[in-house]
């Protein structure tokens, strides 16, 4: 988007740099190593998971405390909070079938391609299948809703 | 104090890999998060990437949405890509080494211009077929293991707390019974 500051992408970058080079370190971007965690035969996982949680929930803690907003973007620092709903379950539920089947999640499939795991572009594809689908049909039921309401 | 050896057996045989690169590797998850919070506000997941990317080429209303962001999550999406180069360069390749690294036997290693790639040997079916259920349920569930997981549960937020309560223990029971079916790897 025009009018960010030029910095923007850049950070954003050097945080994904970061991030993706913690998921090869952890090896969440081997799928064997997440199902072996999924089948109790090594327990690491969690480490990942809730140790980067520990980690941004010190900065989402602190920073709305020491400055107004955020330097690049002029934004109030603010949790990630998002309403709750049937969605998150009947969604958390796809998306554990599909965990537990490929074991690979988005982020860690990017970082699986970085790492030269060109097998994982199989995962990549369906996940944009998969996110294709339920938009199309999110964006169908909307519009017709839409259509019913406009309709009363 | 006196350590139980059949109690610290029992634990070592549970973490065969230390727990030394998942500690390590999760604060630097942590730290990106924190990098690109700090500089913009943004809590950033990794699996709008999908929506947001698919806006360029669909005009569906649903991804419509996503079209503000998605010049900063290809950014974020390349950068995740080539921190895992960083890392095949460096630690995969054997070039850096350290005790809070251990290598692990999984999949296959291949070499390209000196620098040791790795290859899964899981098989493409599942990753096709669970990469569908990824992409579909991510999106309609509110968030991934780095949206709910990292930075929903870094929020204290009770919707990605059952966010995750509810994929872990479906991912589980979906992985055991795959397990049971002798599917492997």
């Given at each position: 988007m025009s009018g960010r500051h030029p910095l923007f992408k850049p950070l954003v970058f050097v945080g994904g740099l970061i991030f993706g080079f913690g998921l090869g370190f952890s090896h969440m971007a081997r799928p064997e190593v997440v199902l072996n965690f999924l089948q109790f035969?090594?327990?690491?996982l969690p480490f990942v998971m809730f140790g980067a949680a520990i980690v941004s929930g010190v900065a989402f803690a602190l920073l709305p405390r020491l400055r107004?907003?955020?330097?690049?973007?002029?934004d109030r620092y603010e949790r990630r909070l998002k309403p709750f709903d049937r969605n998150v379950l009947v969604g958390g539920a796809v998306f554990g079938v599909g965990w537990g089947l490929s074991g690979i999640c988005p982020g860690a499939a990017y970082a699986s391609l970085g790492v030269?795991?060109?097998?994982?572009l199989w995962a990549l594809g369906g996940m944009f299948l998969g996110a294709y689908a339920q938009g199309y049909w999110r964006s169908r039921s909307e519009t017709r809703d839409a259509a019913a309401a406009g309709a009363d | 104090m006196v350590a139980d050896p059949v109690l610290l057996q029992a634990i070592a045989d549970l973490f065969p890999n230390g727990i030394g690169r998942y500690a390590v590797g999760g604060l630097l998850v942590g730290l990106g998060t924190v990098v690109i919070y700090a500089g913009t506000g943004i809590p950033a997941g990794a699996s709008t990437f999908l929506e947001s990317t698919l806006s360029y080429v669909s005009d569906q209303p649903r991804f419509r949405r996503y079209v503000a962001s998605r010049d900063w999550r290809l950014v974020f999406t390349a950068g995740i890509v080539l921190g895992g180069l960083a890392f095949a360069a460096t630690f995969q390749s054997g070039v850096v080494t350290s005790s809070l690294y251990e290598p692990g036997t999984t999949g296959r290693l291949y070499e390209v211009a000196g620098v040791t790639l790795w290859a899964t040997d899981v098989q493409p079916w599942r990753l096709f077929f669970g990469g569908i259920l990824v992409g579909i349920g991510t999106r309609i569930g509110k968030g991934c293991t780095s949206g709910h997981g990292v930075c929903g549960v870094g929020s204290a937020s009770k919707t990605s707390l059952v966010g995750v309560a509810t994929f872990l223990t479906v991912a589980i029971g979906t992985a055991q019974v795959v397990a049971a079916l002798g599917v492997s790897p």
């Open positions: 035969d090594d327990l690491g107004e907003g955020a330097p690049l973007t002029g030269g795991n060109v097998t994982i | -």
